[in-house]
């Protein structure tokens, strides 16, 4: 067995030699382009970033200009003090029902949704 791995051993050290000649003779490549390519992407990435940073900065001007969106009056009572709103005295009224359509019947409201397509299921009545 130790002539064996005798052996083994000086064919590995004859393979290894050889590929660890071959390893140190390659050199590394150095592309001349590199760097100025680096300094360009900074320069497009910082690019992008200033103009994020505007529109940022812009959209928030907008919004601090836009006007506050108004209440509907018939819902809006205005200011109230804490008071008004516990007190029991007073008759509230009640807005759940305002604006309210009651239709007698289907024929009323009428047939808006007769030409719409049926998508995702069969267009007609199936009979087993």
């Known amino acids: 067995m130790g002539l064996v791995m005798g052996f083994i051993n000086r064919i590995k050290k004859a393979f290894s030699s050889k590929s660890e000649e071959e390893e140190v003779g390659e050199e590394e ?3 001349p382009y590199q760097e ?5 992407f900074v320069e497009r990435q910082q690019s ?5 940073m505007n529109e940022l900065e812009s959209s928030v001007q907008k919004a601090k200009s836009e006007i ?5 009056s018939e819902y809006d009572v205005g200011e109230v003090e804490v ?4 007190s029991e005295d007073e008759d509230r009224e009640d807005h759940s ?5 009651e239709h007698l019947s289907v024929e009323e409201i009428g047939g808006h949704l007769d030409s719409a397509r049926i998508e ?3 267009p007609k ?3 087993f």
């Open 120 to 122: 995702g299921d069969l």
């Open 83 to 86: 008071l008004e709103l516990l």
């Open 125 to 127: 009545e199936i009979k």
């Open 68 to 72: 506050a969106p108004k209440a509907a």
């Open 48 to 52: 992008v970033i200033d103009d994020a």
């Open 29 to 31: 490549f150095h592309d």
């Open 36 to 40: 100025t390519m680096a300094e360009a």
């Open 97 to 101: 029902e305002m604006n309210v359509i």
